[in-house]
């Protein structure tokens, strides 16, 4: 249920409705927006009748159910969209957010030199995976905290923001020591316990969609970070499983118009995943933009050949500053500025 506060409503209603809400087993989720505020009250389906008696209370303009699944995540919650900041960065604001470095963080030199090239070509945050959710057991796992290390030495050197994934629950908070942003995978839609942990840092959480999960499951995924407490979630959409295999994934772009209805949260794109090979990722991340991303992550190598992971759909420096150039008129096109 949403409880819909009055104009003008004070903070002693606000904090008597949400002792109620409580008191009745809910879980109470303030958002404040620009014109009111709205408590979304979680919790068991089959007792929320009772909540509706709130709306005799002071302050309180109406009780109404959210019908979707996804409660705090859905647009009937909030219909403003969320803006993440991170620092000085906004995710979902007016401004597109570019995301690019390596699959991976192979050595200091490598996420040195990326960081320093995509920052040159106007990237705000720099990726690379320290844990990486191999599909062999037996292919490179990642640095793991000494690629952290180098993350946090490549943002001292550039300025950019550092988004890298969490695999595990126990390693939540050591990466969250480092990064500036977790990133959830793909692999981990269903790890429940992975995002109620993320739910508990004070990080931004990039959650990307998993490859076999359809809008609904995915929202209802954000939905165990949000219950946590955590309210900034970027969702990204990094392509699905289907009969096609001359791409690695397709890249769902139907996912960004349908997630922007559905849900306040940023959407971003993932075309190096989705399309599986460099060559394609300039014309998807055209039509990311086009379709109403909030931002792209990109996979870029300075040597592609040789990388660790993912060499096959890395970008070279000077390919991912093309696409950065190529990229400007569909960002202007549709409102959006870099
Ligand atoms: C990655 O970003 O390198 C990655 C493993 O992504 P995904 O979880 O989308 O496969
Ligand atoms: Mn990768």
Redesign the pocket.
């Known amino acids: 249920m949403v409880i819909v506060m009055k104009n003008g409503h004070t903070e002693a209603d606000l904090e008597a409705v949400i002792g109620k809400v409580e008191g009745l087993g809910y879980q109470a989720h303030v958002i404040r927006g620009t014109h009111r505020s709205v408590i979304g009250c979680v919790g068991d389906e089959r007792g929320k009748a009772r909540l509706q008696s709130l709306e005799s209370m002071e302050g309180v303009e109406s009780v109404v159910p959210i019908l979707q699944p996804f409660k705090l995540a859905s647009r009937e919650v909030k219909a403003t969209k969320t803006v993440v900041r991170v620092g000085d960065l906004a995710i979902g604001g007016e401004r597109v957010c570019i995301m690019a470095g390596p ?1 991976s963080v192979e050595s200091e030199e490598q996420i040195l030199a990326t960081a320093a090239s995509v920052r040159e070509a106007g990237a705000t945050v720099l ?1 690379g ?1 320290a844990f ?2 191999r599909t062999s057991p037996y292919a490179f796992q990642g640095l793991e905290e000494n690629g952290l290390k180098l993350l946090a030495k490549a943002r001292a050197a550039t300025g950019l923001k550092i988004v890298t ?1 969490v695999v595990k629950p126990e390693d939540v908070d050591l990466v969250a020591e480092y990064a500036d942003i977790l ?1 959830v ?3 981990n839609n269903q790890n429940f316990a992975l995002l109620k942990r993320c739910g508990e840092v004070k990080k931004p959480i990039l959650f ?1 969609r998993g490859m076999a999960t359809t809008i609904k499951e995915y929202l209802q995924a954000a939905e165990y970070i949000l219950a946590e407490g955590n309210y900034d979630v970027i969702l990204c959409e ?1 392509g699905i499983r289907t009969f096609e295999t001359a791409t690695r994934f397709t890249l769902d772009l139907n996912a960004v118009p349908v997630l922007n209805e559905l849900t306040h949260l940023p959407v971003i794109v ?1 075309p190096s ?1 989705g399309t599986g090979h460099w060559k394609y990722v300039t014309a998807m991340a055209k039509a990311a933009i086009a379709a109403g991303a909030d931002g792209l992550i990109l ?1 870029v190598h300075p040597k592609p050949e040789e990388a660790m992971s ?1 060499g096959v759909q890395s970008l070279k420096p000077a390919v991912f500053k093309q696409l950065m150039t190529e990229i400007k008129p569909f960002i202007a096109a549709a409102g959006r500025s870099l």
């Open positions: 699959c990726r995976g990486k959710p994934e990133q995978g793909a692999r990307k990094r993932d995943h996979e993912d």
